[in-house]
């Protein structure tokens, strides 16, 4: 089993540019969640998809940062324009809902860490 | 909002030495609690898991145990290794009904010597 994919492992840009970070969920898999982490402020969940939809998209710092899901097997967290500030790593994590379950465990990826210059 | 708050660390300690590694949190409900562990250049792993109070999680030594009238969760294990080394982080978790996203603490920079 490939686990969660993400890509590419590491970006650098330059502040102004267009970021897009991708993840490959593993197979199967009905949640998708994009988390960040940095020093200051530690892991925070961003935004996650069920079913490819969107549910909860409250942690998402602002209108820069968007999400999409086009298909069960792949999304995109797309910063424009990016800044400094936005330097973090950048976890996507998948989970698959049993009914009945109390807790449905998520399985990262390696992360992507990214340096806006 | 729900909160977990963990020590920060760095925490050194010698090969074979006790752990504990404290985790407390605030939550409006009853959640799950768990214990990530996140090694170097790698994602985060699922170490152990409580999902009601009183249930006491463990796995590869590490032992943490809910509970609830103190709102704990803090880690355990008797005697570290080398390859203990790695960030630990406490976080929680609703799943009535769904999924939801973790809460996570700050994580826990674990430095084990030989």
């Not at chain 1, 590491?10 to 998708?32: A, F």
């Amino acid at each position: 089993d490939a686990g969660v994919i993400q890509s590419p492992r590491h970006e650098v840009t330059e502040m102004g540019q267009e970021v897009t970070l991708r993840c490959k969920p593993i197979s199967g898999h009905d949640y998708l969640f994009w988390y960040r982490q940095t020093m200051m402020r530690g892991l925070e969940l961003l935004i996650y998809f069920n079913n490819n939809v969107p549910i909860d998209d409250s942690g998402m710092p602002e209108d820069r940062f968007s999400a999409k899901m086009p298909n069960a097997s792949f999304s995109t967290l797309k910063i424009q324009p990016s800044e400094p500030r936005d330097s973090a790593v950048y976890f996507c994590a998948s989970s698959l809902y049993v009914a009945g379950w109390r807790f449905n465990e998520q399985f990262f990826g390696p992360g992507t860490r990214l340096t806006v210059l | 909002g729900d909160s977990v708050t963990q020590m920060e660390g760095p925490v050194t300690l010698s090969e074979e030495a006790f752990l504990t590694i404290n985790c407390t949190y605030t939550a409006t409900g009853y959640p799950s609690l768990f214990w990530y562990v996140q090694y170097p250049g790698e994602g985060l792993q699922l170490l152990l898991k409580a999902t009601k109070a009183d249930d006491k999680g463990s796995n590869k030594g590490f032992e943490a145990t809910y509970r609830k009238e103190t709102t704990s969760f803090h880690l355990e294990k008797g005697s570290v290794q080398v390859s203990d080394s790695a960030v630990y982080f406490c976080a929680l978790m609703y799943s009535g009904g769904g999924a939801d996203g973790l809460t996570f603490g700050k994580g826990t920079h674990l430095i084990i010597q030989p």
